[in-house]
T-cell receptor, first 111, second 112 residues
């Protein structure tokens, strides 16, 4: 079963902050975050490997809580270029090695 | 370094026709996957492979076949196209060890 992301959609003004959550019903060994612009392929943003570890990319950071099977993406002082759909992704931990994505969060930043 | 290359970029088929979407990667990645993305929706796994000669089904495998004869190539075959298969298809590859996916540019497929 794919990870569930919340919220499903969010609209921001430039300069505002947002948090996107990714929750899994299965254990997570690592979480990856991607951003997809309209009409394009998803682009990898960052990887979270250890519980509680935070990674950063521009003004975007993320955290990973292994015990809660959750990851959160933090967008600070959002820019117009942050608009797109954000996905978390992870390798299935049941031993199949298949890679699945979360349900996605559509983010729109307005001027 | 080309990365993941998908062909064609666009295709229109009639119901009942068959075709093969091509995917090739030059990064020597062991794992390759096919996803479909319907308008405004997420990425659903069709089939995947963990190495040459090894393939397995994802969440939505019906109506599609795959094979992996080499590390580089992972074609997706539509057996008898149906309008419900109208979608954008993405091929992705990644190395072993909980690594992220590298995507091709996608194939936009319309079934009339």
């Amino acid at each position: 079963q794919q990870p569930v992301q919340s919220p499903q959609a969010v609209i921001l003004r430039e300069g505002e902050d947002a948090v996107i959550n990714c929750s899994s019903s299965k254990a997570l060994y690592s979480v990856h975050w991607y951003r997809q612009k309209h009409g394009e392929a998803p682009v990898f943003l960052m990887i979270l490997l250890k519980g509680g570890e935070q990674k950063g990319h521009e003004k975007i950071s993320a955290s990973f809580n292994e015990k809660k099977q959750q990851s959160s993406l933090y967008l600070t002082a959002s820019q117009l270029s942050y608009s797109g759909t954000y996905f978390c992704g992870t390798e299935d931990t049941s031993g199949t090695y298949k890679y699945i994505f979360g349900t996605g969060t559509r983010l729109k930043v307005l001027a | 370094n080309a990365g993941v290359t998908q062909t064609p970029k666009f295709q229109v088929l009639k119901t009942g026709q068959s075709m093969t979407l091509q995917c090739a990667q030059d990064m020597n990645h062991e794992y390759m996957s096919w996803y479909r993305q319907d308008p405004g929706m997420g990425l659903r796994l069709i089939h995947y492979s963990v190495g040459a000669g090894i393939t397995d089904q994802g969440e939505v495998p019906n109506g599609y076949n795959v094979s992996r004869s080499t590390t580089e190539d992972f074609p997706l075959r539509l057996l008898s196209a149906a309008p419900s298969q109208t979608s954008v298809y993405f091929c992705a590859s990644r190395p072993t060890g909980n690594q992220p996916q590298h995507f091709g540019d996608g194939t936009r497929l319309s079934i009339l």
